[in-house]
């Protein structure tokens, strides 16, 4: 579990490493905008010489359209300033989320089940738009500084005593934009917390829509989703009073500072130490020394951005499984588990599994709900590790493995199988290699699939959003996809369950008949499905309570119990085939 303080230094990592992805387009950004405030200091300085060339009657053309071209360039520089801002913003914004996207997806489901699937979304798309605007606001934010101090030196050059006088009260305006940092940070911080509660909220919600129409719960539901609301109304109330109280302050002692310059530049014209047109030029560079609206808005932009950073660091703190140097050797897909112990929320699910699979057996693993099935299934295969112990594949461990090895070699059924690609045949296909027509028919035959993918209008090159399925043939196709990948080990976590009667036998005969060479691992919920299987192992408890075949465990009331919930009479003849 990362905290926010373990997750400070991933996110300056990201900040860092996204700025140099765009790097060029931000130091040109940067550069833009500091020539545009460099042309924005020479202008005053320009129109006060104009100025008294004008009333000394003397020629001033040149000072004039040295004044029009500033002028013009300001214009053009600050054009090319908001196209680089805006690519420099997309392109950063593109890369964290790419980033981000794929270090989720190599963390796997413990970094969903830590955050939830709405927050996590509204982290890389909202917070990724957000942070990917930091590299551009620091930009700016430089220039931004240039222009007061720039300002404060242009009043040294005109006379020390105005640069003396705005020195004195500039410690107050300061102190004023650095508490506004901070506490806009921490607004931001809150606001964007609220913003993915309710997210989250919203895509289970979602998820659940059918059921929440069918209970009748929906204005219960909408009042669960908006629940955060009040808080996060709070939260923006309270980033605005920031703000507010923020330009209200600093807009209070800026004028203080302009009118202390302006009056001493006053008395310095009287004593006919300056002219009419420093006069100007020095009014004007106290209102860029005292620039306080623009700071104040290039720091709320980066307090937001290092905020969102925050919120993504946090996701990338996940650790990410490292995989390892090996090959697999030649064998038959012999499964090893070794002492594994998986702990979930402080309480042990799995506790010292040993469990052998011979190459090319099937093993049913079966247990009353909550009894560490699923997280068996996904430890085999390393979905996720364990937290002691280890698993082999034909000798080697899983953590050796490299990936590309691990994935060809591990196959996955699931439940409720997400079906990816834009139609039934790259669904089918995933992740592999362009592969015959005839292999991806045979992995549909053998998963019952092919005879209602041929009646869908365009057969297997049906669009998946054209193609109207049940849950049991969204998970024929599942199984489907599963058998294409002829690997050494296939795993299926209770991806039968949906199947009817007639069809999970015709799937599983056809696996046993030599429809899959491969070790095959089953969370099985029917006594008929651990039947047809070599042998059974039985989780109570956190541990393997028995191992062997289904007929010798059915005369244990308790192993009834795994698949009925009551103590069953029935014979092990009438729960085998």
């Given at each position: 579990m990362t905290t926010p303080t373990s997750a400070a230094a991933p996110s300056r990592a990201l900040l860092r490493k996204a700025t140099r992805h765009s790097g060029t387009r931000t130091a040109a950004l940067c550069l833009v905008s500091t020539a545009a405030t460099g042309a924005g200091l020479l202008l005053p300085a320009a129109l006060g010489r104009t100025l008294d060339l004008l009333l000394a009657r003397a020629p001033a053309t040149g000072w004039v359209l040295c004044c029009a071209g500033l002028v013009l360039s300001l214009a053009l520089l600050d054009g090319c300033q908001s196209v680089l801002a805006g690519t420099v913003d997309a392109r950063t914004t593109a890369w964290l989320r790419r980033r981000l996207i794929r270090h989720v997806l190599a963390v796997g489901p413990a970094v969903t089940a830590r955050f939830g699937a709405g927050d996590l979304v509204a982290r890389l798309v909202g917070n990724a738009a957000q942070a990917g605007t930091a590299p551009g606001a620091r930009a700016a934010l430089l220039a931004a500084f240039a222009g007061p101090v720039g300002g404060v030196v242009a009043l040294a050059l005109i006379d020390v005593w105005l640069a003396v006088v705005f020195l004195a009260g500039a410690p107050v305006l300061a102190a004023l934009l650095r508490a506004f940092a901070r506490d806009t940070s921490r607004c931001e911080t809150r606001y964007q917390q609220e913003q993915g509660r309710i997210a989250a909220a919203l895509a289970e919600a979602v998820d659940g829509h059918r059921t929440i129409r069918a209970a009748g719960t929906a204005d219960r539901e909408t009042a669960r989703i908006?629940?955060?609301?009040?808080?996060?109304?709070?939260?923006?109330?309270?980033?605005?009073?920031?703000?507010?109280?923020?330009?209200?302050?600093?807009?209070?002692?800026?004028?203080?500072?302009?009118?202390?310059?302006?009056?001493?530049?006053?008395?310095?014209?009287?004593r006919h130490r300056l002219s009419v047109g420093e006069l100007l030029a020095a009014s004007r560079y106290a209102v860029l020394a005292t620039g306080v609206g623009m700071l104040v808005a290039h720091l709320a932009g980066v307090a937001r951005a290092r905020a969102a950073a925050g919120r993504l660091g946090e996701v990338a703190a996940e650790p990410a499984p490292a995989h390892g140097g090996r090959r697999l050797p030649p064998g038959p897909g012999r499964l090893e588990l070794r002492g594994v112990t998986a702990r979930r929320g402080g309480h042990t699910v799995l506790s010292g599994i040993d469990l052998v699979v011979p190459g090319g057996t099937t093993l049913a693993v079966v247990g009353r709900s909550g009894a560490g099935k699923s997280l068996l299934a996904a430890i085999a295969?390393?979905?996720?590790?364990?937290?002691?112990?280890?698993?082999?594949?034909?000798?080697?461990?899983?953590?050796?493995?490299?990936?590309?090895d691990l994935r060809r070699a591990v196959a996955y059924a699931f439940e409720r199988p997400v079906l990816l690609g834009g139609t039934v045949e790259e669904a089918i296909a995933l992740g592999l290699p362009p592969l015959s027509r005839?292999?991806?028919?045979?992995?549909?035959?053998?998963?019952?699939?092919?005879?209602?993918?041929?009646?869908?209008?365009?057969?297997?090159?049906?669009?998946?959003a054209d193609a109207p399925r049940s849950g049991g043939e969204s998970q024929r196709l599942g199984l489907a996809r599963a058998f294409a990948r002829r690997g050494r080990l296939l795993i299926l976590d209770d991806a039968l369950s949906s199947l009817d009667t007639v069809t999970e036998a015709r799937v599983t005969e056809a696996l046993a008949g030599g429809g899959s060479s491969a070790t095959r691992l089953l969370v099985a919920h029917r006594a008929a499905t651990a039947a047809r299987a070599d042998a059974v192992a039985w989780l109570d408890g956190g541990r393997v309570r028995a191992l062997g075949r289904h007929e010798e465990l059915w005369g244990t009331a308790a192993y009834r119990e795994a698949f009925t919930g009551t103590a069953s009479t029935a014979s092990a003849e009438e729960a085998c085939p």
């Amino acid at each position: 579990m990362t905290t926010p303080t373990s997750a400070a230094a991933p996110s300056r990592a990201l900040l860092r490493k996204a700025t140099r992805h765009s790097g060029t387009r931000t130091a040109a950004l940067c550069l833009v905008s500091t020539a545009a405030t460099g042309a924005g200091l020479l202008l005053p300085a320009a129109l006060g010489r104009t100025l008294d060339l004008l009333l000394a009657r003397a020629p001033a053309t040149g000072w004039v359209l040295c004044c029009a071209g500033l002028v013009l360039s300001l214009a053009l520089l600050d054009g090319c300033q908001s196209v680089l801002a805006g690519t420099v913003d997309a392109r950063t914004t593109a890369w964290l989320r790419r980033r981000l996207i794929r270090h989720v997806l190599a963390v796997g489901p413990a970094v969903t089940a830590r955050f939830g699937a709405g927050d996590l979304v509204a982290r890389l798309v909202g917070n990724a738009a957000q942070a990917g605007t930091a590299p551009g606001a620091r930009a700016a934010l430089l220039a931004a500084f240039a222009g007061p101090v720039g300002g404060v030196v242009a009043l040294a050059l005109i006379d020390v005593w105005l640069a003396v006088v705005f020195l004195a009260g500039a410690p107050v305006l300061a102190a004023l934009l650095r508490a506004f940092a901070r506490d806009t940070s921490r607004c931001e911080t809150r606001y964007q917390q609220e913003q993915g509660r309710i997210a989250a909220a919203l895509a289970e919600a979602v998820d659940g829509h059918r059921t929440i129409r069918a209970a009748g719960t929906a204005d219960r539901e909408t009042a669960r989703i908006l629940r955060p609301l009040p808080e996060l109304s709070r939260a923006g109330h309270r980033m605005w009073q920031v703000q507010g109280r923020a330009s209200a302050q600093a807009v209070a002692v800026a004028p203080l500072l302009q009118l202390g310059v302006v009056a001493v530049a006053g008395v310095l014209l009287a004593r006919h130490r300056l002219s009419v047109g420093e006069l100007l030029a020095a009014s004007r560079y106290a209102v860029l020394a005292t620039g306080v609206g623009m700071l104040v808005a290039h720091l709320a932009g980066v307090a937001r951005a290092r905020a969102a950073a925050g919120r993504l660091g946090e996701v990338a703190a996940e650790p990410a499984p490292a995989h390892g140097g090996r090959r697999l050797p030649p064998g038959p897909g012999r499964l090893e588990l070794r002492g594994v112990t998986a702990r979930r929320g402080g309480h042990t699910v799995l506790s010292g599994i040993d469990l052998v699979v011979p190459g090319g057996t099937t093993l049913a693993v079966v247990g009353r709900s909550g009894a560490g099935k699923s997280l068996l299934a996904a430890i085999a295969g390393r979905l996720t590790d364990p937290d002691d112990g280890e698993v082999l594949l034909d000798g080697v461990p899983l953590s050796e493995l490299t990936h590309d090895d691990l994935r060809r070699a591990v196959a996955y059924a699931f439940e409720r199988p997400v079906l990816l690609g834009g139609t039934v045949e790259e669904a089918i296909a995933l992740g592999l290699p362009p592969l015959s027509r005839t292999h991806l028919r045979e992995a549909a035959r053998t998963a019952d699939a092919d005879d209602f993918v041929r009646r869908l209008p365009h057969g297997y090159a049906t669009a998946l959003a054209d193609a109207p399925r049940s849950g049991g043939e969204s998970q024929r196709l599942g199984l489907a996809r599963a058998f294409a990948r002829r690997g050494r080990l296939l795993i299926l976590d209770d991806a039968l369950s949906s199947l009817d009667t007639v069809t999970e036998a015709r799937v599983t005969e056809a696996l046993a008949g030599g429809g899959s060479s491969a070790t095959r691992l089953l969370v099985a919920h029917r006594a008929a499905t651990a039947a047809r299987a070599d042998a059974v192992a039985w989780l109570d408890g956190g541990r393997v309570r028995a191992l062997g075949r289904h007929e010798e465990l059915w005369g244990t009331a308790a192993y009834r119990e795994a698949f009925t919930g009551t103590a069953s009479t029935a014979s092990a003849e009438e729960a085998c085939p």
